[in-house]
């Protein structure tokens, strides 16, 4: 009778290597699958890693911080993550079907989540909202804040940017950040 649970495979020896995970970083969870950017017609095979820091995805090269996933979600056995530039804006989407997995959506979920330090929905008058969200890359990173628009508004209206800043600033105070 087994009264632990089975181990977690070590990490693979060369995982740090060719994701190029510096030892500074520690990986929490590893897999490996098949990625893709959807229309972009090449698919690549390799390793994927969830660090303290950062998601590395080995076929396209790819390190992203927590702060830039927007979102990521897990219908067995695929998981997208979609990536937002500095200005929160999507910037671009990564497809992984993941075929071994050692805790990677758990992993990845936990550290998008962890990295929102406030995301309110607010108000800024004439029918417009705007989502303000303060995320961090890891504990020890600066905050950066966002302001993503509603659909149809403008972000380049200046008037609006103006309301965006006041509301910004107003809720910045009343939360100390």
């Known amino acids: 009778?087994?009264?632990?649970?089975?181990?977690?495979?070590?990490?693979?020896?060369?995982?740090?290597?060719?994701?190029r995970i510096p030892r500074s970083e520690n990986v929490i969870a590893w897999g490996s699958g098949q990625?893709?950017?959807?229309?972009?017609?090449?698919?690549?095979?390799?390793?994927?890693a969830a660090?303290?820091?950062?998601f590395y995805a080995e076929g396209p090269g790819e390190r992203v911080t927590w702060d830039r996933i927007s979102r990521a979600s897990w219908d067995q056995p695929v998981?997208?993550?979609?990536?937002e530039d500095e200005a929160g804006a999507v910037s671009g989407r990564l497809r992984l079907d993941?075929?071994?997995?050692?805790?990677l959506p758990a992993a990845v979920h936990d550290r998008v989540t962890a990295s929102v330090v406030v995301s309110e929905m607010i108000d800024l008058g004439d029918g417009v909202r705007a989502r303000m969200?303060?995320?961090?890359?890891?504990?020890?990173a600066d905050i950066r804040w966002?302001?993503?628009?509603?659909?149809?508004?403008?972000?380049?209206?200046?008037?609006?940017?103006?309301?965006?800043?006041?509301?910004?600033?107003?809720?910045r105070s009343s939360l100390g950040i």
Do not use: C, I
């Open 35 to 48: 990625m893709t950017r959807p229309g972009e017609p090449s698919a690549f095979r390799g390793y994927l």
């Open 79 to 83: 998981l997208e993550v979609v990536l």
């Open 98 to 103: 993941v075929d071994q997995s050692w805790n």
């Open 51 to 54: 660090t303290d820091h950062a």
């Open 146 to 171: 966002t302001v993503v628009f509603d659909a149809g508004a403008d972000p380049r209206d200046p008037q609006l940017q103006a309301r965006a800043r006041a509301a910004l600033t107003d809720l």
């Open 133 to 140: 969200a303060a995320r961090r890359a890891n504990d020890h």
């Open 1 to 19: 009778m087994r009264l632990l649970p089975p181990r977690t495979p070590k990490v693979p020896a060369d995982l740090r290597e060719r994701l």
